[in-house]
């Protein structure tokens, strides 16, 4: 088999000792780094799906025949084992419809990889924004839009209300919502930070795309809350209903980000301009 366990599994998704010092919950499945060289063909440029401020993320087929989306987590991801198993539990519990599920990661030497499952219509930037739907051929009239909201919606309360401690995702944004073949959206990312050091927790505006979804006082002073989930989901909402995302350097500086477009439509009450022309015909 390609998946190799720390532990046996027990009942009820607690923690078991491993070599008497490290524990590992049985939810989580420790693959051997050359399972996962194998899964990706050696990491081929080919097989990359993503890259983000946490690591590069490739498509792999599993020994089992299991398609997954695996994250090689940045070099600047170097806790010790016991520190990052701890964490792969606590993340391991939260399961929601609405985000993405973890099968298990990788902790050989330095290697720190996590192993996801694959969602088939790829991420929402890549499918709907920059005309990307046009590419796809995934009809995303209004019903499906607003289902995509929703759902997005109902993870993120999950990761605020629900989970204990709250989880603050940092890193809401279009390349993160993943959608499965029912266009169903998953979040993924989310715990992501607990896995950085603390000079890394902080989303770099050098990730593309990233610096127009985050909110002011986290972008200026740093203060992070809850709010800061709900501001970059705002942005979100209206990259969705307008079809474009947050930046497009192609239109003239004054529209280059999509905030400033909103704001200068509104002041002028024309805010109906910024829904996507390509609704036309399917606001059904």
């Known amino acids: 088999m390609g998946c190799f366990w720390f532990s046996r599994h027990k009942s009820g ?5 491993v070599d008497g010092e490290l524990s590992v919950s049985d939810k989580v499945k420790i ?15 080919i097989n990359k799906i993503g890259e983000g401020g946490f690591g590069s993320v490739y498509k792999g087929c599993l020994r089992d025949g299991k398609v997954a989306a ?11 084992v016991r520190e990052f198993l701890t964490e792969i539990n606590v993340i391991s519990e939260v399961q929601h419809e609405n985000l993405v599920k973890l099968y298990g990661c990788c902790v050989e030497g330095n290697h ?11 991420s929402l930037d890549k499918t709907l924004l920059v005309g990307g739907y046009t590419q796809s051929g995934i009809k995303f009239d209004w019903s499906t839009r607003a289902n995509i909201c929703i759902g997005v919606a109902k ?6 209300e629900e989970v204990t401690p709250h989880i603050v995702h940092r890193d809401i944004k279009a390349s993160n919502i993943l ?5 169903s959206p998953k979040i993924s990312d989310f715990g992501l930070a607990r896995l950085m050091p603390p000079n890394m927790t902080h989303v770099s505006t050098r990730v593309a795309g ?3 979804y985050l909110a002011p006082e986290y972008a200026v002073r740093g203060q992070l809350t809850r709010k800061a989930d709900i501001y970059s989901f ?27 477009r909103a704001w200068k439509l509104y002041e002028r009450n024309e805010l109906v301009d910024l829904v996507d022309t390509g609704l036309d015909g399917l606001l059904t």
């Open 13 to 17: 998704g607690k923690p078991s000792e």
């Open 31 to 45: 693959y051997k780094y050359k399972e996962i060289r194998q899964a990706t063909d050696d990491f081929n440029p």
């Open 70 to 80: 695996i994250k090689v987590l940045s070099a600047e991801s170097r806790q010790g």
């Open 112 to 122: 720190r990889i996590l192993v996801y499952n694959y969602l088939e219509n790829n």
């Open 155 to 160: 993870g993120l309360s999950f990761l605020h």
């Open 179 to 183: 959608l499965d073949r029912d266009l």
């Open 210 to 212: 990233t610096l127009g």
């Open 234 to 260: 705002g942005v979100l909402l209206m990259e969705i209903v307008s079809g474009r995302s947050n930046k497009n350097t192609r239109l003239p500086t004054e529209y280059e980000y999509l905030l400033e």
